[in-house]
Each structure stands twice: as C-alpha cells, then as structure tokens.
C-alpha cells in the first residue's frame, strides 16, 4: 500500500495510478489514500512536492522532479532523452545511503514484505541507482527515465535509506507499507513523488531476412525466431506485464516479425494448458473464444487497414476496413499460416501450448492498406497483434503487442510502429 498522512488530499488518487489491483495476495488489505500534499505545484516544466517526510532517524523536507511529465524510451531516441532531475532536502540524514528508484504505479503498491525485510519482489521496468547523503541540505540526482517496456500512466519516485546496518523506513508522509491479517508493519519505504508518463506506442525493430530464409511450417526453428529476440505481450488495457495469465497458461505468450521482398511474416509461441478451438470453418467468430491476431495497416488513421486471425486449428478469420470499425467479412485475404500443436484439441487440459507462422503478401497489403510498394529499410508501419484466451473456457483476456489502453483492439492511436530494419545481427 502507499500511505499519506497529510490533511491535503487531491492532487492524485492511488487508485487511478494503480488500475485494477490484482497484484497482492488475496489475504492483504488494500487501503487507498492520497500520497501527496494538494499544494503540489508545476512550474516551468518542473514539479514540487511539500510536506515532510518523516524517517525513523531525520527527514525529508521537500522535494522536486524535473520533467514534470516524463516520456518512455523508445526505439531510436536519443540515449539520454528520459533522465530525471530529482532534489531533496534533508535533515538529519548525513551519511545515509541507499538507492533511489523509479517504479510504475502497480509495483509501488505492491508491498509484500515489511520494509527492509528480504523477498520484496523487484519490477524488470524499474530504474534503480545508488545514492549516498554527504551532508545536509539539498541534495540533486540524476535518475534515468522510464525504458521501452514501460507503458504505465504514472511512474513513483521511491528511496530507500539506510544507515549502517540499518534501514531507515518513513514513520509519516507517503510511504508504502505492508498490511497482513488486519495488522500493518509500521514503516515503509519513502515514496518521493508521483509522475505522469506520455503514453507511447510500442515501437519494434521488424528485421529483413532472405527470401528463402523462413519455411512456414510452424516450428520456429528459424535463426530469426531466437527467443532473445522475441516481445512478450502485455494486458491489452493497462500494458502491464501478463504475469496472472502467464502463470494460467504456462508462460508467456512471444511474438516475432521479419520481412523479405515479398511477404512480412509474424511468428507466435502460445503457452496453453487446454488448447480450445471450437469453430471449423473460414470467417467463423474466432474472436469470441481462442485466437491469435494481428491488425495491420500504413498508418495509424483508422481507415484502411486489415484484421487477421488464427486459431490452433488453423481456421482463419479475415476482413478489411476501409474505415474504422466499418469492415468487409466476406473478404478473404492471400495470406497463409502454418500451426504447430503440442497437445490436442479434442480432449480437456494436458496440453503445453501453439506456435504459429504468417506470411503476409507485400503485394496485397499495399492493395489494401496505405503501405507503400515496394517494401524499403526505415519504412514504418502500424499494427498489433494480440492473443485472445479463455483458460477457463468462459472468460475471455485480452493480451497485446501494444497495450490499446482502452477496451478496443481497433484502438490505432495505441498500434505498435513497426520499422523495417536490415538484417539483425
């Protein structure tokens, strides 16, 4: 939980940074309160924070975050383009040391140890340096920004402090801290402040490989399918990462994508403890039950753009949109895909998953679509591609390439940029 004491409560409810929180354990307590004072102020592209901060051993007595609102890293920024300035003033902390960490919302809440305790899971988005306090007063840090797997709305600033041997948890002001069984470990881990994030597309390097390099027989034994090189989807509303439905169906959910002069192919590994694939025919409802599927288009408009979709019996779905949500089902696309099963379909659970391989015609694509013919490096497209699943066979999750956000796989604001690259090393 993060926990604020000050009488001040409305710059910011813990409940919109945190979403839905599924994270805790079923037997813990949530409480949501307002982390910072309402007298939080931004002033030219920076934001301040009052309020004390009071630790077992000193304080802090304000603090500021520049840039007000960050901006996650992506594919071809520039190196240094997501640092953040973070001061604080201290007292009574000379000598003090620790790290300082940038964390999205989710993780911050999640608190399932008492501070300074071992097993308090970390966050792979998470940023973390080492910092040490010479003297008292202000004190200036240099923290890098939120990476290329962040898509959170809201990144926390937290410090972890400690002297000697031991750890300094905040007593009061923003903090969080860890309720079990009614009770609560008094003290937690400071919480600096709370940030807005730009919420950014995922952008992918799409790799050319030879024109006979790719067999499609649904093995993923191809060099250009190595498992480094693969994204894991996230939720499709929030981007967070899929651990809840990982641990269902057996792992994560990894996709690929490569292109040649003819055709842009996509590969997926689909973890699944019970394969289901009830439909048989073409142009069956796929996406009301199990499915693999990948939207495409030149640009992120809306209009003119195809959906693809692939069950693990190898029926297709298809339709192109001339305009947003205004699509043709009774068109069928040239494109081709090749599954691989290990487990089988007509019996319930003992299964391990499906790998899947497509191959799309440039030709058609830029028939379709407002991709331009032919294909060249640096060329961006759009699209997603997204696995819908119902381990329970009743409720239906969403996962994604690039989180939509919002509940709409149409969403092409949010569409992964897809840039054509040579040939991976």
């Known amino acids: 939980m993060i926990r604020g004491t000050h009488p001040g409560l409305s710059l910011l409810s813990l409940l919109s940074l945190v979403g839905c929180g599924g994270w805790s354990p079923p037997d813990r307590e949530i409480e949501v309160a307002q982390p910072f004072d309402s007298d939080a102020a931004e002033t030219e592209g920076e934001a301040f924070f009052s309020g004390v901060i009071e630790l077992t051993v000193g304080r802090i007595d304000g ?5 007000a609102q960050l901006r996650p890293a992506r594919l071809g920024d520039e190196a240094d383009a997501t640092s953040i300035t973070v001061d604080i003033s201290t007292t009574g902390l000379a000598g003090a040391e620790g790290r300082l960490g940038l964390l999205p919302a989710a993780a911050a809440a999640r608190q399932e140890v008492g501070f300074g305790q071992p097993g308090q899971p970390d966050d792979p988005r998470a940023r973390w340096i ?17 990476g290329e797997d962040w898509h959170a709305a ?7 402090l400690r002297l000697g041997r031991t750890g300094l948890s905040a007593q009061a002001g923003p903090r969080s801290e860890m309720l079990q069984d009614g009770g609560r470990h008094p003290g937690g881990r400071v919480v ?7 919420q950014r597309p995922t952008r992918l390097a799409v790799p050319r490989v030879a024109g006979d ?5 649904g093995r993923l034994d191809e060099p250009v399918w190595r498992r480094e090189a693969a994204t894991a989807l996230l939720l499709s509303r929030d981007g967070e990462p899929a651990e809840s439905i990982d641990a269902m169906v057996g792992g994560p959910t ?4 490569a292109w040649d002069e003819s055709q842009l192919y996509v590969a997926a590994a689909l973890p699944d403890r019970d394969l289901y694939a009830p439909h048989q025919d073409r142009d069956d409802p796929l996406y009301r039950d199990e499915a693999f599927e990948l939207f495409l288009a030149g640009d992120g408009s809306g209009n003119r753009y195809l959906e693809h979709q692939v069950s693990a019996r190898g029926v297709h779905f298809d339709a192109r949109f001339p305009r947003y949500r205004k699509g043709d089902e009774a068109w069928n696309g040239s494109w ?13 659970g003992g299964d391990r998953g499906w790998q899947v391989e497509l191959a799309f015609p ?14 060249r490096v640096g060329q961006l497209l759009r699209g997603n591609a997204f696995r819908l699943e119902k381990a329970d066979r009743r409720s239906q999750v969403g996962l994604a390439l690039s989180p939509t956000l919002a509940p709409d796989f149409h969403a092409w604001q949010n569409a992964a940029e897809l840039v054509l690259t040579e040939a991976s090393p």
């Open 336 to 348: 081709r895909s090749a599954v691989l099963l290990d487990g089988e379909l007509e019996r319930r």
């Open 192 to 198: 600096l402040a709370a940030v807005p994030v730009e």
């Open 213 to 217: 390099a790719i067999t499609l027989d």
């Open 362 to 375: 440039w030709a058609e694509l830029c028939a379709e679509t407002e991709i331009d013919c032919p294909p």
């Open 254 to 257: 990894l996709v690929w994508l």
């Open 63 to 67: 603090r500021s975050v520049s840039p």
């Open 154 to 160: 809201w990144a926390v600033i937290v410090v972890e």
């Open 130 to 146: 080492d910092v040490k306090i010479g003297e008292d007063g202000e004190q200036h840090f240099e923290l890098p920004g939120p």
